[in-house]
């Protein structure tokens, strides 16, 4: 389970982390660009862009952040 005290948990694979979690996650890539990413246990990823970066230069960091914003998947 991803459960971090702020909510946010940096990685450096998303993919990796979220692949056997339940729930839809708000993932932001190093670059800033914002998507949306809904997990089903044993089921492909649905990922979904939901905002492009404010800033286009070169990335600070090569972390991803992930944020849980519902746990439980419809």
């Known amino acids: 389970m991803i459960e971090i005290v702020n909510?946010?948990?940096?990685?450096?694979?998303p993919a990796e982390i979220l692949r056997n979690?339940?729930?839809?996650?708000?993932?932001?890539s190093p670059y800033g660009h914002v998507f949306r990413v809904t997990c089903r246990r044993g089921a492909k990823m649905s990922v979904r862009e939901i905002s492009e970066?404010?800033?286009?230069?070169?990335?600070?960091?090569?972390?991803?952040?992930?944020?849980?914003?519902?746990?439980?998947?419809?």
């Open 7 to 13: 909510g946010t948990v940096e990685v450096l694979n």
């Open 53 to 74: 970066p404010q800033r286009v230069s070169a990335a600070e960091s090569v972390t991803w952040r992930i944020k849980r914003v519902a746990r439980a998947v419809a």
């Open 21 to 28: 979690q339940d729930g839809v996650f708000e993932v932001t």
